[in-house]
């Protein structure tokens, strides 16, 4: 926890001043007991109604300070606290934008979620509940030790004791519940995941009717973290019954004692009354205390959550230098790239080489699970390659800052992802400054201009959440324009044209080979039609590369790329693709 108390940077007066008005509170507080003292004492045994009222208005006066004094400390400490959770979310929120794509999969979004959510509510609430409560408390404690040290030094062992066997039952609770609640919070980890899941999914849901299981998969994490806050409720319900029958005791034992102090004369009524005041004092405080406990044990277990983020490091990093030429003949060159994601048995991509020139059409074909989106990841560099060299323009894509390279490539990936705003908001993503006829040029190459000049608003028609209010080809066109707005020099579509017709699918991909000069692009897809007619075809088997060629070679040279073309066209379409590839300049690697 003390690591993330860096994040209170900024507000250290408040953090200074809540627990210092706290303590004014309660200093007020410890003088209360001695004025009822005085008017048992003094008042009430002499029959002095001026001095009773003086010191009921003295009462009065205490109390008035001493509410002022705790709202100004609320007042602070809750400033504090906030600053502490915006900033912490808000470092978080940029810690996690910088992890690789291989820390992001291990560690999962439901749980990042969480993290960022419930997790960092949690730590809030315990700076909160520590700036008002970590001082004053034990002060009061303390202090009311020493006040009735002041009335009956032999009577104060019994305080001692009290306090003592009190420390040690919240001692106790708190060793138990701590790891109680860390594992409470990672059963609230799986139920956002069923519950991501579920949102996210529920056409398929309702599609296999598999309502009632998904219910009976929610209901059994659901109850398992109920028996797990349940098991930590348990342990902390002894908290209250343990400590009030300690304090009682001590209450019984100081009246015991007391009532012969008092018959003796070393003691007033007055006194004892105090004694017990104080004695009520500490009850009160130590089960404030006891409340501080159980908001810090839980504040602790999100904070160590919140931390294992924080501390988790890319293994991808920045190199930050300055731009590098990006005018060579070749665009994309892979040599013997292998590529394991991370807790994987297999390799997913062994021994690809293969080069893309400058201007090319690349299609990439074959089965699923062979590597297709894998191998555009790395010329992206979402993931970093085991063995071997991906390069672009003759540059290690490794050396490339993360901005040129983000600048370079434009990825239309297999999800269409629309952000909540206006279709002009979106096509800005990659190019705040795009202007409206970039916008709209691009909108034309991929066939969305149509639609969209449908639309109330046009270009400031709104965009609901994931672009919901669009069908999903519309999204996908709409994905691509996006990509195409800043003019990249390389363009991947990473099966971004699976929603569309093949009429839109066959203008889509002329548009882009008539009005992109220059730019290098790869057409992922699993259509044989979408990519025979590309300058070269690369064709993926279990991560292997098996051929790399144009259409009309591949068919009589790779066995895998002629199944896929006989299994989706006829006979006369794989012999005779419209607009057939030319011939290639030169041999590849």
Known sequence: MHKLMRYIKGYEKQALLAPLFKMLEACFELFVPLVIASIIDTGIKNGDATFIWTRCGLLVLLAAVGLASSLTAQWFSATA??????????????????????????IGTPTLVTRMTSDINQVQNGVNLTLRLLLRSPFIVLGALIMAFSISPKLTLLFVLVTVVISLIIWGIMRLTVPIYHEAQNGMDRVTLLTRE???????VRAFARQADELAA???????????????GRISALMNPLTYLVVNLGVIALLLRGGSEVNNGTLTQGEIIALINYMSQILVNLLRLADLVVSVTRALASGMRVNEILNTHSTMTDPGTAELAADAENAVCFDNVTFTYRGAAAPSLTDISFTARTGETIGIIGGTGSGKSTLIDLICRFYDADNGDVTLFDHDVKQYSFAQLRGLVGIVPQQAVLFTGTIRDNMQWAAPGATDEEIWQALEIAQAAE??????????????????????????RLTIARALVPKPRILILDDSASALDFATDAALRKAIKEKTQGMTVFIVSQRAASVQRADHILVLDDGRLVGDAPHAELLHSCEVYKEICLSQLSKEEVAKPQGASKPRKAPRI
Request: glycine share 12%; charged share 25%.
């Open 451 to 476: 639609f969209v000049r449908g639309k109330p608003g046009m270009l400031d028609a709104p965009v609901e959440t994931a672009g919901r209010n669009f069908s999903g080809g519309q999204r996908q």
């Open 198 to 204: 579920n949102y996210v999914g529920a056409r398929v």
């Open 218 to 232: 929610f209901v059994e994490t659901n109850d398992h973290l109920k028996k797990i806050q349940i098991s930590a």
């Open 81 to 106: 606290a906030l600053g502490f959770g915006t900033a912490l979310r808000k470092d978080l929120y940029r810690h996690i934008d910088t992890l690789s794509y291989s820390e992001l999969d291990g």
